[in-house]
């Protein structure tokens, strides 16, 4: 099982970037996918989180209204959207996976630990 999250990079305030995870080893269409970041010194935060149908979607306050998560199965490929990108938006950003069932979007994004499996992280870095 892998996952490699992609498509970080440095963009001034008012940017966009799309964020990539590719998976293999496994299918995606099995699994809810996440978007989590990170700064250092501070707990991991949901960004936004889908579910495997792809049919539910949560999104962190900070980021409705800018971000899009979504999936292309036939890819094995989750994607990140962000747009208007914000300085405070700088950070890791990890993707990961979940098979549980019964568990929506809005309560994994909220509790990154019940999540399967991570991809290592790619860095948004915004300039103000």
């Known amino acids: 099982v892998q996952l490699q999250a992609s498509g970080g990079g440095l963009v001034q305030a008012g940017g966009s970037l799309r964020l990539s995870c590719a998976a293999s080893?496994?299918?995606?269409?099995?699994?809810?996918i996440g978007w989590f970041r990170q700064i250092p010194g501070k707990e991991r935060e949901g960004v936004s989180c889908?579910?495997?149908?792809?049919?539910?979607?949560y999104y962190a306050d900070s980021v409705k209204g800018r971000f899009t998560i979504s999936r292309d199965n036939a890819k094995n490929t989750a994607y990140l959207q962000m747009n208007s990108l914000k300085p405070e938006g700088t950070a890791v950003y990890y993707c990961?996976?979940?098979?549980?069932?019964?568990?929506?979007?809005?309560?994994?994004?909220?509790?990154?630990?019940?999540?399967?499996?991570w991809g290592k992280g790619t860095q948004v870095t915004v300039s103000s």
């Open positions: 990961a996976v979940d098979s549980s069932m019964g568990v929506g979007p809005r309560a994994r994004c909220r509790n990154y630990y019940v999540m399967d499996y």
């Open positions: 080893g496994f299918t995606l269409e099995d699994y809810a």
């Open positions: 889908i579910s495997s149908s792809g049919g539910s979607t």
